[in-house]
């Protein structure tokens, strides 16, 4: 057998296994709700408003778990964010990451909007993510280029 007839056995199962890795997708929510929440208007005074985003395509076949106050809100993927509001207070935002979680501890204030990056970095094994409170300037410009993702429920 021949270098060309072992290449040509071997490129559609390489091809195959190609488009299969692919980008990482997740539930997303309907495009009216994505547009009403890209207005930023600021929630009650009685909660903080908290966008976490990810406006990357670096890991872009890698999901990574959310936590909001230790609850799991849902897995990001490139380009996708989440919003939910938060008592006023500390509050704890968790994402997962190569070996255990990554925590970034925030105080908010009601009536406000807080911006948070996640960011996926190169690891051992496979990409880790982390987490970074950004301005609200660049967090807003972070949020539009990404379209909202579901927040997940309990029934999932």
Excluded: H, W
Excluded at 13 to 41: I, Q
């Amino acid at each position: 057998m021949n270098i060309q007839s072992i290449l040509r056995r071997l490129a559609l199962p390489l091809m195959a296994s190609l488009l299969a890795v692919g980008c990482a997708s997740v539930p997303m929510e309907s495009a009216d709700k994505d547009a009403r929440l890209k207005l930023f208007e600021p929630p009650q005074a009685s909660e903080a408003g908290l966008y976490i985003f990810r406006d990357s395509s670096r890991g872009a076949s890698l999901k990574k778990t959310i936590y909001v106050n230790g609850s799991i809100i849902g897995e990001s993927a490139p380009n996708t964010y989440f919003y939910q509001t938060v008592p006023p207070g500390k509050n704890t935002i968790s994402t997962e990451s190569e070996f255990g979680e990554n925590d970034l501890e925030i105080t908010t204030e009601g009536g406000k909007n807080y911006f948070v990056r996640q960011y996926i970095r190169f690891g051992v094994f496979v990409g880790g993510a982390n987490l970074e409170l950004t301005t609200e300037e660049e967090g807003r410009e972070g949020v539009l280029e990404c379209e909202l993702a579901q927040i997940r429920t309990v029934l999932d």
